[in-house]
C-alpha cells in the first residue's frame, strides 16, 4: 500500500482533475465559463492594443511622414508624365483621325492622288481669306491645284515656294467656283465675299431652288475637278427687276477650324482667260 | 548689332505669331495685326534709330508672303511708322497715349489703304460691311494689344540699349 502515499494521491487527482476539465472543455460544457474569464482578458487586451499602436503610431510618424513625402512626390512626377503622356497621345489621336478622315476620301476618290498637307498659318490682312500649307514645289504642288477637306472643297494654290504654299479659299471674296445644284440640275456661279460668306449668283429666275439643295463643282472653267461636294442651299433670294435669282450656301467646310488638307496633285487646271475676248 | 539682331528675331516671332495665332483669332472678321503693332511700338522708343530700315525689312517681306496686291502692306507699314515718328516728337512725355494714337490712327490708315488697293485690283469690297466687320473689329482688337506689345518692346529696348552702349 505503498503505492497510495499522499504524493501519489495528489498527482492522481490532479490527473483527474485536468483530464475532467479537458473532458468538458472539449465536449463544450465549460464555454460560458470560459467566456466569462476571457472576456475581461479580451477587452483589457484589445485597450492594451491600441494604446500601444496609438503611441507607437505617434513615436513613428515623423519617419512615416518623410516617406509619404517622397513616395507622393514620385508618384505627383508618375501622374505629371502619364498627363504629358496622355495630352501626346490625345494630339496624335487627332492627327490620326484627320489622316483616317482624309484617306477615307482618297479611297472615296480613287481617281485623283492626293498630297497631304498641314495648315501652318493664315493671310495676315483680314480682308482676305487665305491659307499657308507645308507643301510647297519640293513635294510636287503647283500653281492652281485644287484643295479639298475630307468634306470638300477648300480651295486652289494660288502661290508656291519650296516648302510652302498659299491657298485660296472659296470663300474669298475674289474667289468664283462654276457649281451644278445636284437635285435641280442648275449650274450656277459660287462667289466669296468680304465676310467668307458664300452666294450662288447667275442662276435663272425661272429655276426652282429649295434650301438643303447640294451644291458640288460642275467642272467648267477647268479650275475645279467636277462633283466635289460645296455646301448646301441655305435661303433663296429673288430681287424684283433682277435676271437672275442669288441665293447663300452654307459651306461643308468650316473654314475656321481647317488643320489639314489635300491637294489635287493629277488634276490640270486649265487657264481660259486667253479664250476670253476682252470688252 | 544687337538691336539688329534682337529687331530681326522679334519680327520673325510676331510675324509667326501674326500667321499662326493672331489671323485665326478673329472678332466678326477682323483680326489684330501684332507686326504693325511692334513696329509701331519699336519706332516709338526714343533709343531706336534703325526703325525705317527694320520697317522696310518687314514691308517687303510680308508683302512678299502676303496675298495683297501692290505691295500694300509695306506701304502701310511705312505710314504707321511715318505716323509713329511724327507722334514721338509731339507727346514723347507720354509714350503709352502715344502707342494708342499710333496704333488708332496706324489701323485706320492701314484698312483704308487695304480697302482702297483691293478696291483698284477689281475686288468688290462694300464700304459699309467692311468698316463694320472688318475695320472697327480689327481696331478694337489692335487697341486691347497695343499696351502689351508696347510693353515687351520697351522691355526689350530697355534690356539690349545699355548692352549696345557697352560695346
Not at chain 1, 512626390?73 to 492627327?95: D, N
Request: hydrophobic residues 50%.
Amino acid at each position: 500500500m505503498k503505492f497510495l502515499n499522499s504524493k501519489n494521491i495528489q498527482t492522481i487527482v490532479i490527473i483527474v482533475v485536468v483530464g475532467g476539465v479537458l473532458f468538458l472543455a472539449l465536449s463544450g460544457y465549460l464555454t460560458p465559463v470560459f467566456n466569462l474569464s476571457l472576456n475581461p482578458l479580451v477587452s483589457f487586451q484589445r485597450w492594451l492594443s491600441v494604446r500601444y499602436l496609438s503611441a507607437r503610431d505617434f513615436l513613428t510618424t515623423p519617419g512615416d511622414v518623410v516617406q509619404l513625402r517622397e513616395q507622393n512626390a514620385v508618384l505627383e512626377s508618375q501622374v505629371t508624365q502619364l498627363q504629358t503622356q496622355l495630352i501626346e497621345m490625345e494630339e496624335r489621336l487627332g492627327e490620326a483621325q484627320v489622316c483616317f478622315a482624309l484617306l477615307d476620301f482618297g479611297r472615296t476618290n480613287p481617281q485623283y492622288e492626293y498630297i497631304a498637307a498641314t495648315v501652318i498659318g493664315r493671310e495676315i490682312s483680314p480682308f482676305l481669306q487665305y491659307i499657308i500649307i507645308d507643301k510647297g514645289t519640293e513635294d510636287g504642288v503647283r500653281y492652281g491645284m485644287p484643295v479639298v477637306t475630307q468634306q470638300g472643297l477648300v480651295g486652289r494654290v494660288d502661290a508656291v515656294i519650296a516648302s510652302a504654299s498659299r491657298v485660296k479659299l472659296i470663300s474669298d471674296a475674289t474667289s468664283v467656283v462654276n457649281i451644278q445644284l445636284q437635285s435641280a440640275e442648275i449650274e450656277a456661279q459660287l462667289q466669296g465675299s468680304l465676310t467668307g460668306d458664300l452666294s450662288l449668283d447667275m442662276i435663272p429666275l425661272d429655276e426652282i431652288i429649295e434650301p438643303g439643295d447640294v451644291v458640288l463643282t460642275s467642272g467648267l472653267g477647268g479650275n475645279y475637278p467636277p462633283n466635289i461636294f460645296v455646301g448646301q442651299v441655305l435661303s433663296t433670294q429673288q430681287r424684283e427687276n433682277a435676271l437672275f435669282q442669288t441665293a447663300s450656301v452654307q459651306p461643308i467646310v468650316n473654314f475656321e477650324s481647317i488643320n489639314a488638307v489635300l491637294v489635287i496633285d493629277n488634276f490640270e487646271s486649265i487657264d481660259i482667260s486667253p479664250l476670253i475676248p476682252e470688252p | 548689332m544687337i538691336s539688329h539682331l534682337v529687331c530681326a528675331l522679334s519680327l520673325v516671332v510676331f510675324y509667326s505669331l501674326q500667321t499662326a495665332v493672331f489671323s485665326q483669332a478673329t472678332l466678326i472678321s477682323g483680326t489684330a495685326d501684332v507686326v504693325l503693332l511692334f513696329l509701331a511700338a519699336w519706332s516709338l522708343q526714343e533709343q531706336v534709330k534703325n526703325s525705317w530700315l527694320w520697317t522696310v525689312i518687314a514691308g517687303v517681306l510680308i508683302s512678299l508672303a502676303s496675298a495683297m496686291p501692290l505691295f500694300a502692306p509695306l506701304i502701310a507699314y511705312i505710314g504707321v511708322v511715318s505716323i509713329s515718328k511724327l507722334i514721338q516728337k509731339k507727346v514723347w512725355r507720354s509714350p503709352i497715349i502715344a502707342m494708342f494714337i499710333v496704333t488708332l490712327l496706324g489701323t485706320l490708315i492701314q484698312q483704308g489703304l487695304y480697302i482702297l488697293i483691293l478696291q483698284i485690283s477689281g475686288t468688290d469690297i462694300p464700304l459699309g460691311i467692311s468698316l463694320d466687320h472688318v475695320t472697327l473689329p480689327s481696331l478694337l482688337l489692335n487697341l486691347i494689344f497695343a499696351l502689351p506689345v508696347y510693353a515687351v518692346v520697351s522691355e526689350l529696348v530697355g534690356r539690349i540699349y545699355p548692352l549696345e552702349e557697352e560695346t
